[in-house]
C-alpha cells in the first residue's frame, strides 16, 4: 500500500507541473526526499517496477537546480559526502534496465531514465560529470573493437542508438553522448566514432566538423585511432582482399549516405 500511495503522489506532482510548470518551485521540498528515495531503494527485479518510474518521472518535472530554495534539491542530489553517489545510482538503474528488457520495451521504459541522467548531469559538479563520464562513455580499453561491439554499459548503449525500432531512446542516448561530450561535434565524433556521431549530428542540423574523417591519437598519445569505428588502427584485421575500384568505393560512398539520410 506504501508503494502504491508513493506511485500515485509521484504521478499527481508530474501531472500537476507537467500542466501548470509556473507552480513547480512550490514543490521544490520534495526533491530531498524523493532523491533519498530513489537511492535507498534497492534496485527490484524487473529494475522498473513501480514506485521507480513514478519517482524518477516526478524527479524529471522539478527544478533539480532549486535556486529559488536556496538550493536544497541540488544539495540533496549532490552530498558534499559522496557526491556522485545518486547520480550513480540512477546509471546502475539504467544498466540493470538495458540487461533485463527486450529492446521493444525499452524505448518506453529506460528513455526517462536517461532524461534524469541528462538533468543530473547537466548541473552536476565538475567531479561528477567525470564520474559520469567514465561509467557511460566508451573507454581506451574498448578500442581493441570497433566501439559498441564490447558488452561494456557504453558500448550497450551505442548498440541502442543505432536501432530503427526504438526513436525515442535511440535519439535521447545520442544526445546525452553529445552533451557528455560537452556538445563539441569534434569530440563527440572521437568519443563514438565518426558512423554512429554523423546520423545524429545531421538529424540535428549540426555541421560535421571538417577534421572528423582524420585519424586522432587516444588520451595516451600512443595509438592511432580509426575515426570511422573508433578502433585502434593496431588492433584492426588485416585486409587481404584486392583495393577497391574507384566505382566500388563510388557505390559504397552513395551506399552511406543513403543509410545516414533514412
Do not use: W
Not at 507541473?17 to 530513489?38: C, M, Q, R, W
Not at 581506451?140 to 570497433?146: A, F, G, I, L, V
Amino acid at each position: 500500500m506504501d508503494d502504491m500511495a508513493l506511485t500515485e503522489t509521484c504521478k499527481l506532482i508530474f501531472n500537476i507541473i507537467h500542466f501548470y510548470s509556473n507552480l513547480s518551485e512550490h514543490f521544490s521540498k520534495s526533491i530531498p526526499p524523493l532523491i533519498k528515495i530513489l537511492h535507498k531503494t534497492k534496485i527490484p527485479d524487473p529494475p522498473l517496477e513501480q514506485p521507480i518510474p513514478a519517482v524518477i518521472n516526478a524527479l524529471i518535472n522539478l527544478d533539480l537546480n532549486d535556486k529559488k530554495n536556496s538550493g536544497l534539491g541540488y544539495s540533496a542530489l549532490f552530498p558534499k559526502v559522496e557526491a556522485k553517489a545518486n547520480a550513480e545510482h540512477v546509471i546502475n538503474i539504467l544498466d540493470s534496465a538495458i540487461a533485463y528488457y527486450p529492446k521493444e520495451e525499452l524505448d518506453q521504459f529506460a528513455s526517462p531514465v536517461i532524461t534524469l541522467i541528462r538533468k543530473i548531469y547537466k548541473i552536476a559538479p565538475e567531479q561528477v560529470k567525470k564520474s559520469m563520464e567514465l561509467r557511460l562513455l566508451p573507454t581506451d580499453t574498448e578500442r581493441n573493437k570497433p566501439l559498441g561491439k564490447s558488452d561494456t554499459l557504453s558500448a550497450r548503449l551505442l548498440q541502442l542508438s543505432m536501432s530503427a525500432l526504438m526513436p525515442t531512446l535511440r535519439t535521447s542516448i545520442s544526445a546525452m553522448m553529445f552533451e557528455l561530450s560537452g556538445e563539441d561535434s569534434t569530440k563527440f565524433v572521437r568519443n563514438v566514432g565518426y558512423g554512429l556521431a554523423a546520423g545524429f549530428l545531421m538529424s540535428q542540423g549540426i555541421p560535421v566538423p571538417q577534421n572528423a574523417m582524420e585519424t586522432f591519437s587516444n588520451a595516451d598519445g600512443e595509438v592511432e585511432i580509426n575515426p570511422i569505428t573508433g578502433q585502434r588502427r593496431d588492433m584492426e584485421p588485416e585486409d587481404t582482399g584486392p583495393p577497391m575500384t574507384e566505382e566500388e568505393k563510388e557505390r559504397e560512398a552513395e551506399r552511406l549516405f543513403v543509410l545516414f539520410e533514412r
